[in-house]
């Protein structure tokens, strides 16, 4: 999907697709009203799952509701719905549920009993706890991005992927990654307009038989129109999640850095310590990322591009920086841009950058430092800092 998806000057140029705001995509899924509905702050043992993905902000814009969630996503667009299933919680009926993120709530779509989806993920035998899914709503990105869309999903995933590890380690839980086959999309009432991407499980697998659900769940389109792109649809279930978790920090601040993440548009440079800057070069990434970090601006630090926390290229990149992310200009402000690499062109690992630049995210809130994540650039450019290919860059700075 890199050639059919790359950035040029041509590409961009050539471009003249009109966005109408107003005919934009529903961006929340939104189950019956007669659904039986919970309020997840009402269940102490699932704040874990309240904590994962949420709202943190709402306001009106031109006269409709904005919203900005605890994860970011590019262009604000959030192709993403949650589900779990819930088997033998205190005070919550076993049964399937949608995530209702706007009203903090579970809806329930099927009550269960010796019936699961457990068979559905890989299991023989009943799940006590949570099985939780994630699944991706093209249309919502592609709306805006076209095929592009295809980094960004995976890119999203990556953030809500790691909002998700953060939360359970925060609440010391544990968890197993399964495996979606065959028939799960189907059997949870979904068509080419949503699809399950990944599924983890927080609970214990038990001796008790489970046999599979027999008949799919209530079929509810995820927005209120739909454009199916084959390409995309084709290219999403072709490519199975592997990815690769790493632990996180910052445990002991998680629900006070959840609540005020937010992507940074400006930056301050002169806001930022030295010693802040050292710490971000050491964030853990997955194995399989290169991580290139331009420093662009310091107190006393050379700058540079750096790996593995040394420079090893001293020089003033700004200009070619700003150029590489598509001439936008807030990225001179910036102390550093983190360049997010891997030999392979994939969607895991796509995942495992974003599930980095959550860390990231999480990291700078910590330190009280601005942070952007930026999924546009110019593919071809990207081979001057390395060999390897690009899949997205973070933007790190002093706040205003």
Same mark, same amino acid.
């Given at each position: 999907?890199r050639?059919?998806? #790359?950035?040029t000057r041509?590409?961009l &140029?050539?471009?003249n697709?009109?966005l109408?705001?107003?005919?934009?995509? &529903?961006?929340?899924?939104?189950?019956?009203?007669?659904c039986?509905?919970?309020?997840?702050s009402d269940i102490?043992?699932?704040?874990?799952?309240e904590?994962?993905? #949420?709202?943190?902000?709402?306001r009106?814009? =031109?006269?409709?509701?904005?919203?900005?969630?605890n994860?970011p996503?590019?262009g604000?667009?959030?192709p993403?719905?949650i589900y779990?299933q819930l088997r033998n919680?205190?005070?919550?009926?076993?049964g399937i549920y949608?995530l209702?993120?706007v009203?903090?709530e579970l809806v329930m779509?099927a009550?269960?009993?010796q019936?699961g989806i457990?068979?559905?993920?890989?299991?023989e035998h009943?799940?006590?706890g &949570?099985l939780l899914?994630?699944?991706?709503?093209?249309?919502r990105?592609?709306?805006?991005?076209?095929l592009r869309?295809?980094?960004y999903l995976y890119?999203?995933?990556?953030h809500?992927i790691?909002?998700?590890?953060?939360s359970?380690?925060?609440?010391?839980?544990?968890?197993?990654?399964?495996f979606?086959?065959?028939?799960?999309n189907?059997?949870m009432?979904?068509?080419k307009?949503e699809?399950? =991407?990944?599924a983890?499980?927080?609970?214990?697998?038990?001796?008790?038989?489970?046999t599979?659900l027999c008949?799919p769940l209530?079929?509810v389109?995820?927005?209120?129109y739909?454009?199916?792109d084959?390409t995309?649809y084709?290219?999403?279930?072709?490519e199975p999640?592997?990815?690769?978790?790493?632990k996180?920090?910052?445990?002991e601040s998680?629900?006070e850095?959840?609540?005020?993440r937010?992507?940074?548009r400006e930056?301050?440079?002169p806001?930022?310590?030295d010693e802040?800057?050292?710490t971000?070069?050491?964030v853990?990434?997955?194995?399989?990322?290169e991580?290139v970090?331009?420093?662009?601006?310091a107190?006393?630090?050379q700058?540079?591009?750096?790996?593995?926390?040394?420079?090893?290229?001293r020089?003033?990149?700004v200009?070619?920086?700003?150029?590489l992310l598509l001439?936008?200009?807030?990225?001179?402000?910036?102390?550093?841009?983190?360049?997010?690499?891997a030999n392979d062109?994939r969607a895991?690992?796509?995942?495992? =950058?974003g599930i980095? =630049?959550?860390?990231?995210?999480?990291a700078c809130?910590?330190?009280?430092?601005?942070?952007?994540?930026?999924?546009?650039?110019?593919?071809?450019e990207a081979?001057?800092w390395?060999?390897?290919l690009?899949?997205?860059?973070?933007a790190v700075?002093?706040?205003i």
């Amino acid at each position: 999907m890199r050639e059919e998806t #790359c950035l040029t000057r041509d590409s961009l &140029a050539q471009n003249n697709r009109y966005l109408d705001w107003d005919s934009q995509p &529903a961006m929340f899924k939104h189950y019956p009203h007669f659904c039986y509905r919970l309020k997840l702050s009402d269940i102490p043992s699932l704040q874990w799952l309240e904590q994962t993905r #949420c709202i943190s902000d709402k306001r009106l814009i =031109a006269q409709a509701p904005y919203y900005r969630l605890n994860v970011p996503s590019a262009g604000n667009l959030h192709p993403l719905e949650i589900y779990v299933q819930l088997r033998n919680i205190s005070g919550v009926l076993s049964g399937i549920y949608h995530l209702d993120v706007v009203n903090s709530e579970l809806v329930m779509i099927a009550e269960i009993a010796q019936e699961g989806i457990e068979p559905f993920l890989g299991l023989e035998h009943r799940f006590n706890g &949570a099985l939780l899914m994630i699944s991706m709503v093209p249309f919502r990105s592609s709306w805006k991005y076209g095929l592009r869309a295809w980094r960004y999903l995976y890119l999203d995933l990556g953030h809500q992927i790691g909002s998700f590890l953060a939360s359970v380690e925060h609440f010391g839980l544990t968890l197993t990654k399964m495996f979606p086959q065959e028939g799960l999309n189907r059997i949870m009432g979904m068509g080419k307009d949503e699809i399950i =991407a990944a599924a983890y499980g927080i609970g214990e697998l038990t001796s008790r038989s489970v046999t599979p659900l027999c008949m799919p769940l209530m079929r509810v389109s995820p927005t209120d129109y739909t454009i199916i792109d084959d390409t995309l649809y084709d290219a999403i279930v072709s490519e199975p999640i592997t990815s690769k978790s790493v632990k996180t920090a910052f445990t002991e601040s998680f629900l006070e850095i959840n609540a005020a993440r937010r992507s940074a548009r400006e930056f301050y440079a002169p806001a930022m310590r030295d010693e802040v800057i050292t710490t971000l070069l050491n964030v853990t990434a997955s194995s399989n990322l290169e991580i290139v970090a331009l420093l662009l601006q310091a107190q006393s630090m050379q700058t540079g591009m750096y790996r593995n926390g040394k420079c090893t290229v001293r020089g003033n990149f700004v200009t070619e920086c700003v150029h590489l992310l598509l001439d936008q200009r807030f990225i001179a402000g910036a102390n550093m841009v983190l360049l997010i690499y891997a030999n392979d062109f994939r969607a895991s690992t796509h995942v495992d =950058a974003g599930i980095y =630049a959550q860390e990231l995210y999480r990291a700078c809130e910590y330190h009280g430092v601005g942070c952007s994540g930026i999924g546009a650039f110019y593919d071809n450019e990207a081979s001057l800092w390395s060999q390897k290919l690009l899949l997205y860059a973070v933007a790190v700075g002093g706040k205003i």
